[in-house]
């Protein structure tokens, strides 16, 4: 008999694979959408407003046509001719490709200048002369709505504000009673303001359009290439370009976070341009671009309140947001929900009382509410309970790690409840918190802070114990743009025993090559070495939503787990048949079907699949190849205990952390080392938020902080050593148990920080601040509380 191979031997799951990607990366062999040169191809540099609110009085291109090697320039004027000058976002609003007559923020597109080298394209931009008559913008989302702001959106007939939609979820009167009848009640104004993603790699395409087969291949960079097409789809349908004759290709990816969802400007206005010119044509964002004209995310203004008893059990939550989402609600918000997943904000803790309200409303910032790392919102949802939550602990004088064990949802009561509407699929709180505890050494921590207290030092202690919601579907609560969410596989097995999968998600750096491999490696015995995975091509690829909301494991790599399932239905009947005996004689073990108490009668997965192809059941059709398309039962509910240490100078307000440690819970893991990066990597954006990242406006709507001069992203130098691990409580409903991962960290690590911060200030009285949290605001509020005084 030969032996059989273990899942580790095939890397099968739960084994730290190397990334297979990584040879062609760490080489230099990666293949992004700037990498690509078609014969022929032009350039394209995009002309952006200076004002964030102004008319466009006129256009003067003559001297941008005489810069050598331009070709042309092309105006919001020329697109509607074509009717290609309007597009729908992912969120169902609408959005300017170039406008006619209204800009409507700083750095919108213009115009764009087409020629035969970039630094020509850029040389004709400079030479583009644009009269403005500027307006002054709203910039305040709370004065957004003031019956004096004047409305932006005139494009959308009837509107007579600037509101865009208002939603809710909880019971309102019976949250009501409960703050009424309360014995502590914590109300805190929280801004989460906007930021960016600043991905590695910058927003770029190339749009070749063939005019000989009127066929259009849109190269670019996006997390959801047939979502994409099928937008694509929309707006050039008015040049008679329909889904069939699009095709979509995402290269390699150097980082989304999100960022790379939404449909921008620039590649339309790209598709149109090699419509009219009948060549292709790249459009890559330089950097500065990028990060004054998309990618946006956040900007939440929440009022977050609390209510419990003296003995610090939670009994109800109320948040009210304000969420500015600009000039457009450009958001790709896979859900029926516009708030996203922002009702997630009642936590991991058992109480059953909680209101959300949320209103977002239209200003002349940049279009907005973007996903980054976030889950859709649950970064925010997030940053209100657990803030809340310490804060609660404080007033009441309990410790914020008993009084979050107090209030866990105890493993035994999941499926669970909660007041705004979601069915957790299960969960161990008490678990992940008490490892973390250990690992961190709290009890001695405390100590230590004590003393440290005493002698006026300012050390502090922060937890976030949170519950992440990812998965999107089920198809019946989610959909983008009406189309349903699932996601999919595709397996063919090839004769020689090597497979080909295909999915319908996008991998923008987290391994999916590598762990949707080692899924079917587990599930068929097939080794993940021979088993290319490939993504991104909406002309092989089966239909999928794309990866975003940390889905793809719970969503695609359950279709790979069912697809593969398929398959093995279907090799058991065939090694029934190579055996001679009846399917129910056989075991399955990696990689093999042997019969039962007779071990050494064997058909090995490869000899099965090449009788497939070679001397199959009568009837049976021929081939070795299985699609799935996974329509989740419910989302996933990962969960995370982190802890944070820093210690804070209390003259210079400067800000260390010293201990950061991340219990995560994924249920099963696919690949340890993939999931412990994707933490690494998530925590250091965790930082960013909490510590430095902010974008800033003026009240005439100019960014002041639009370069990575002045706009702050840290660095491994300003990432403490992350100690990570895990708990594992599996998902009942996912096929092979496993919860998403990808957003974890950045939507439990903020709070952690901030808590720890505030935590360390306490003994001034400092209950809240806003992130991020930087130098100047701790100095600022110790002084306001005395600290330096005399
Ligand atoms: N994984 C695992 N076991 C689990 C869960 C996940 O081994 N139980 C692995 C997966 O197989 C996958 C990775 O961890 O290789 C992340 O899986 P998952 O949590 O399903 O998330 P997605 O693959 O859908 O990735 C999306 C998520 C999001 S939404 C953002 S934003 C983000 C993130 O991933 N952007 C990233 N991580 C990123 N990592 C990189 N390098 N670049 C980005 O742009
Ligand atoms: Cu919330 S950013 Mo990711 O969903 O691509």
């Not at 410790?399 to 999941?414: G, V, Y």
């Not at 909660?418 to 009890?443: C, H, R």
């Not at 502090?460 to 579907?473: K, L, P, R």
Request: aromatic share 8%.
């Amino acid at each position: 008999m030969t032996q059989c191979k273990t899942s580790k031997e095939i890397g099968g799951m739960g084994h730290s694979l190397k990334r297979k990607e990584d040879a062609r990366f760490i080489q230099g062999k990666g293949h992004y959408v700037d990498d690509i040169k078609l014969p022929g191809m032009l350039y394209m540099d995009i002309v952006r407003s200076p004002y964030a609110y102004a008319k466009i009085k006129s256009i003067n291109i003559e001297e941008a046509m005489k810069v050598p090697g331009v070709i042309t320039v092309v105006t919001g004027k020329d697109l509607e001719k074509y009717k290609l000058h309007w597009m729908p976002t992912l969120m169902s609003d609408t959005q300017m490709v170039l406008p006619t007559d209204t800009v409507m923020y700083q750095a919108q597109e213009v115009c764009a200048v087409i020629a035969t080298s970039k630094y020509a394209a850029r040389d004709g931009r400079e030479a583009v002369k644009v009269e403005y008559e500027p307006m002054k913008p709203v910039m305040d989302p709370f004065k957004s709505l003031d019956p004096a702001a004047p409305v932006l959106r005139t494009d959308k007939p009837g509107k007579k504000d600037n509101h865009i939609w208002h939603w809710q979820a909880g019971d309102k009167e019976k949250t009501a009673q409960v703050f009424a009848n309360a014995d502590v009640v914590i109300k805190q104004q929280m801004h989460i303001p906007r930021i960016h993603v600043v991905s590695i790699e910058t927003c770029g395409c190339v749009a070749d359009y063939d005019k000989v087969n009127h066929h259009l291949t849109m190269y670019m960079t996006t997390q959801a290439p047939h979502a994409i097409r099928t937008v694509i789809a929309l707006v050039a349908g008015h040049v008679g370009l329909s889904e069939e004759r699009i095709r979509v290709v995402s290269p390699d990816i150097g980082g989304g976070f999100g960022g790379k969802v939404p449909v921008y400007p620039g590649y339309v206005i790209a598709i149109a341009v090699s419509f009219l010119v009948g060549k292709p044509v790249k459009w890559i964002e330089d950097r500065s671009e990028n990060l004054q004209a998309d990618s946006f995310a956040r900007d939440y203004h929440i009022t977050a309140e609390l209510a419990g008893t003296k003995e610090g059990k939670i009994l109800a939550t109320r948040f009210k947001v304000l969420a500015d989402h600009g000039y457009t609600d450009a958001a790709a918000n896979p859900s029926k929900f516009p708030l996203g997943l922002f009702s997630i904000c009642t936590g991991s803790y058992d109480y059953n009382a909680a209101f959300v309200e949320a209103d977002a409303v239209y200003t002349n910032k940049p279009p907005g509410g973007v996903a980054y790392r976030c889950s859709f919102r649950v970064t925010e949802a997030v940053q209100a309970i657990e803030r809340l939550t310490d804060m609660f602990a404080k007033k009441i004088g309990k410790d914020p790690a008993e009084l979050r064990m107090q209030n866990f949802i105890k493993k035994e009561d999941f499926p669970w409840h909660s007041p705004t509407g979601w069915i957790y699929d299960s969960g161990n709180y008490q678990a992940g918190l008490q490892k973390a505890m250990d690992v961190v050494g709290y009890a001695a921590l405390r100590k230590e802070q004590a003393e440290k207290q005493a002698r006026g030092e300012l050390m502090g202690i922060g937890i976030s114990t949170f519950t992440e919601i990812v998965g999107a579907g089920p198809s019946k609560d989610f959909d983008i743009l009406g189309i349903k969410m699932f996601d999919s596989a595709e397996i063919r097995v090839h004769p020689t025993g090597k497979a080909i999968a295909r999915f319908g998600t996008k991998s923008q750096g987290q391994g999916h090559e590598t762990t949707y491999a080692q899924i079917i490696a587990e599930e068929l015995g097939i080794p993940a070495e021979n088993i290319q995975v490939e993504e991104g091509d909406t002309d092989t690829a089966p239909y999928g939503l794309g990866t975003y909301a940390s889905r793809s494991t719970p969503t695609a790599g359950a279709a790979a787990a069912v697809a593969s399932r398929k398959l093995r239905d279907k090799a058991r009947k065939i090694a029934a048949y190579l055996l001679e005996v009846s399917e129910n004689d056989l075991e399955w073990e990696t990689g093999k079907f042997f019969v039962k108490g007779a071990p050494e009668k064997s058909k090995t997965i490869q000899e099965i699949v090449f009788a497939a192809y070679t001397n199959h059941p009568q009837g049976m059709e021929a081939g070795f190849e299985a699609t799935h398309y996974y329509d989740p039962p419910n989302l996933t509910f990962p969960s995370g205990a982190y802890i944070c240490v820093v210690d804070i100078d209390k003259e210079t307000g400067a800000i260390h952390i010293r201990r950061f440690v991340a219990i995560d819970d994924c249920g099963n893991i696919i690949n340890p080392m993939i999931v412990q990066g994707q933490v690494h990597g998530g925590l250091t954006q965790a930082v960013a938020p909490a510590m430095y990242e902010e974008l800033i406006y003026d009240g005439e709507g100019n960014i002041l902080n639009g370069t990575l001069m002045d706009y702050l992203v840290p660095t491994a130098v300003e990432s403490p050593k992350w100690e990570t691990g895990h708990t594992c409580t599996p998902s009942p409903h996912h096929p092979i148990g496993a919860k998403g991962v990808g957003e974890s960290p950045t939507v439990g690590g903020p709070p952690a920080i901030a808590n720890a911060i505030i935590d360390a200030l306490s003994p001034f009285g400092i209950t809240h601040i806003d992130i991020p949290i930087t130098p100047y605001k701790v100095w600022k509020a110790l002084k306001e509380h005395g600290a330096y005084d005399k």
